[in-house]
């Protein structure tokens, strides 16, 4: 399968990458909750891709190199403007946000999934060994997905081989009795097996000594590793749910996990995490977020919370170019936004859809569309729309985003970190990963390793591969 950027042929496969053709787009709905109160990751612009002839990029004409806006609200914009993928390099949209805006916000633990990590080898460079070195802010191009990425996608935690919930169990309360904790063997344990599987293990824990495992482990532990473990053994959609109840609870609301949540999830995942919001905590999620949102982003939370995007695969190219139309009218084309037609367009469209409206824009305004959200919105809805444009281009570039900021300049973002490695752990964290070395230059478990520490850095390195 290609790189994110490149053609989709040409280049020798990479090891990991599902066969073209047999991939499905993205991980089973409903399979990764977030905990509610994690503060989305950052994102913001990318960095452009290098000009390879990546299918329909050469045809239009460069989005010149307009000045972009600062990246996310509160982040100082880093070194250049990194530009979206397809785009010929040179010209950035909006800088990168950075990631000091949120380190601030306090998360709630996030979850994983168990199964054997897989090791991928990470690219070092891009395919072909050479590496475009005109990066704008001196960062790798935003790769954009190949066709044949959106539909395989790969976690690097797999269903352990002749599971045995006991005997797990039984490994678990050794680890714990008596004088100190066995951490090691707890990670042994946690970082191999599936989501599925630690239910299971929960389930056996409490047959067989009368007690619960979560309570037990909780007074083991503590801090980071803590909030790891808890967030592993959480269902995923719970752990979604969980995530955003955090995330509004209390003063304050941190709407970038909002944001990294209810933006990025399919229609399943985002209908089940309503329900289990509702069942667990016993409140109307759209009416919590009513109360603590308001404006444009309120109403672009409420349209993401219908679970109702269109789901075909197919793209209508036609639609795309008018879309592309109406979207140029309703902000650069005139005095003003007219902030619905954006909503409506983004929050209805399927990704690959809205993929062909981004391209059909550059064309019809001579400028990307990531730039233009960010001339003409700022706050809170900037950063969400620009993730709905995030994703429809590259996921994965979405989150690998996320990740790099959460460890970037002083002090990390443990929850943001914590919870992307556990909810994409059986998703798509081997493409995460992948594109993690494109754009950074250096693979994400080196960045995890400068960044952490003890157990809960061999636990979070144990989950990503490493």
Same mark, same amino acid.
């Given at each position: 399968?290609?790189?994110?950027?490149?053609?989709?042929?040409?280049?020798?496969?990479?090891?990991?990458?599902?066969?073209?053709?047999?991939?499905?787009?993205?991980?089973?709905?409903?399979?990764?909750?977030?905990?509610?109160?994690?503060?989305?990751?950052?994102?913001?612009?990318?960095?452009?891709?290098?000009?390879?002839?990546?299918?329909?990029?050469?045809?239009?004409?460069?989005?010149?190199?307009?000045?972009?806006?600062?990246?996310?609200?509160?982040?100082?914009?880093?070194?250049?403007?990194?530009?979206?993928?397809?785009?010929?390099?040179?010209?950035?949209?909006?800088?990168?946000?950075?990631?000091?805006?949120?380190?601030?916000?306090?998360?709630?633990?996030?979850?994983?999934?168990?199964?054997?990590?897989?090791?991928?080898?990470?690219?070092?460079?891009?395919?072909?060994?050479? +590496?475009?070195?005109?990066?704008?802010?001196?960062?790798?191009?935003?790769?954009?997905?190949?066709?044949?990425?959106?539909?395989?996608?790969?976690?690097?935690?797999?269903?352990?081989?002749?599971?045995?919930?006991?005997?797990?169990?039984?490994?678990?309360?050794? !680890?714990?009795?008596?004088?100190?904790?066995?951490?090691? !063997?707890?990670?042994?344990?946690?970082?191999?097996?599936?989501?599925?599987?630690?239910?299971?293990?929960? #389930?056996?824990?409490?047959?067989?000594?009368?007690?619960?495992?979560?309570?037990?482990?909780?007074?083991?532990?503590?801090?980071?590793?803590?909030?790891?473990? =808890? #967030? /592993?053994?959480?269902?995923?959609?719970?752990?979604?749910?969980?995530? &955003?109840?955090? !995330?509004?609870?209390?003063?304050?609301t941190q709407e970038r996990v909002l944001i990294e949540i209810l933006c990025t999830r399919t229609n399943q995942e985002i209908r089940e995490i309503v329900?289990?919001?509702?069942?667990?905590?016993?409140?109307?999620?759209?009416?919590?977020?009513?109360?603590?949102?308001?404006? %444009?982003?309120?109403? /672009?939370?409420?349209?993401?919370?219908?679970?109702?995007?269109?789901?075909?695969?197919?793209?209508? %190219? %036609?639609?795309?170019?008018?879309?592309?139309?109406?979207?140029?009218?309703?902000?650069?084309?005139? =005095?003003?936004?007219?902030?619905?037609?954006?909503?409506?367009? =983004?929050?209805?469209?399927?990704?690959?859809?809205?993929?062909?409206?981004?391209?059909?824009?550059?064309?019809?305004?001579?400028r990307d569309l990531l730039s233009s959200v960010a001339r003409e919105f700022s706050g809170n809805v900037e950063s969400g729309l620009k993730t709905i444009?995030?994703?429809?281009?590259?996921?994965?570039?979405?989150?690998?985003?996320?990740?790099?900021?959460?460890?970037?300049?002083?002090?990390?973002?443990?929850?943001?970190?914590?919870?992307?490695?556990?909810?994409?752990?059986?998703?798509?964290?081997?493409?995460?990963?992948?594109?993690?070395?494109?754009?950074?230059?250096?693979?994400?478990?080196? +960045?995890?390793?400068?960044?952490?520490?003890?157990?809960?850095?061999? &636990?979070?390195?144990?989950?990503?591969?490493?």
């Amino acid at each position: 399968m290609s790189y994110p950027g490149y053609p989709p042929t040409g280049y020798p496969p990479f090891p990991g990458y599902p066969p073209a053709g047999q991939e499905s787009s993205f991980p089973p709905p409903g399979q990764y909750p977030y905990p509610s109160g994690f503060p989305p990751v950052g994102g913001g612009a990318y960095p452009p891709a290098p000009s390879s002839g990546y299918p329909g990029a050469g045809g239009y004409p460069a989005p010149g190199g307009y000045p972009a806006p600062g990246g996310y609200p509160g982040a100082p914009p880093p070194g250049g403007a990194p530009s979206y993928p397809g785009v010929p390099p040179g010209q950035g949209f909006g800088t990168p946000p950075g990631g000091a805006g949120f380190s601030g916000y306090p998360q709630p633990p996030s979850q994983s999934y168990g199964g054997s990590p897989a090791q991928v080898p990470l690219p070092g460079g891009f395919p072909g060994g050479q +590496m475009p070195s005109q990066y704008p802010g001196g960062q790798a191009p935003y790769p954009s997905q190949p066709a044949a990425m959106t539909q395989g996608t790969q976690g690097t935690v797999r269903p352990a081989a002749n599971f045995d919930a006991m005997r797990d169990a039984e490994i678990l309360r050794k !680890a714990m009795k008596g004088f100190g904790t066995d951490e090691q !063997a707890i990670v042994d344990v946690v970082a191999n097996r599936s989501n599925d599987q630690r239910q299971k293990i929960k #389930a056996a824990f409490k047959t067989m000594y009368g007690k619960d495992l979560i309570k037990d482990l909780k007074s083991e532990l503590s801090g980071n590793m803590e909030e790891l473990i =808890l #967030a /592993l053994f959480m269902p995923p959609t719970y752990y979604d749910a969980w995530s &955003l109840r955090n !995330a509004m609870k209390g003063a304050g609301t941190q709407e970038r996990v909002l944001i990294e949540i209810l933006c990025t999830r399919t229609n399943q995942e985002i209908r089940e995490i309503v329900r289990c919001y509702q069942s667990e905590f016993g409140r109307d999620l759209e009416k919590d977020i009513r109360s603590d949102t308001s404006g %444009h982003f309120e109403r /672009l939370l409420v349209s993401m919370c219908q679970g109702n995007r269109d789901e075909n695969q197919n793209v209508n %190219h %036609h639609l795309a170019q008018e879309d592309a139309q109406r979207l140029y009218q309703a902000g650069e084309g005139r =005095l003003g936004t007219d902030e619905s037609c954006f909503n409506m367009i =983004l929050a209805t469209r399927s990704f690959p859809q809205l993929k062909a409206t981004v391209e059909a824009y550059s064309r019809v305004a001579n400028r990307d569309l990531l730039s233009s959200v960010a001339r003409e919105f700022s706050g809170n809805v900037e950063s969400g729309l620009k993730t709905i444009l995030q994703c429809a281009l590259n996921r994965p570039a979405f989150f690998a985003e996320r990740l790099y900021y959460s460890m970037k300049g002083a002090g990390t973002d443990d929850s943001t970190l914590v919870r992307i490695v556990v909810t994409r752990s059986e998703i798509d964290l081997v493409q995460i990963k992948q594109t993690f070395s494109q754009m950074y230059q250096k693979t994400l478990g080196t +960045m995890i390793a400068s960044d952490t520490s003890g157990d809960y850095r061999k &636990l979070l390195l144990a989950i990503v591969g490493q």
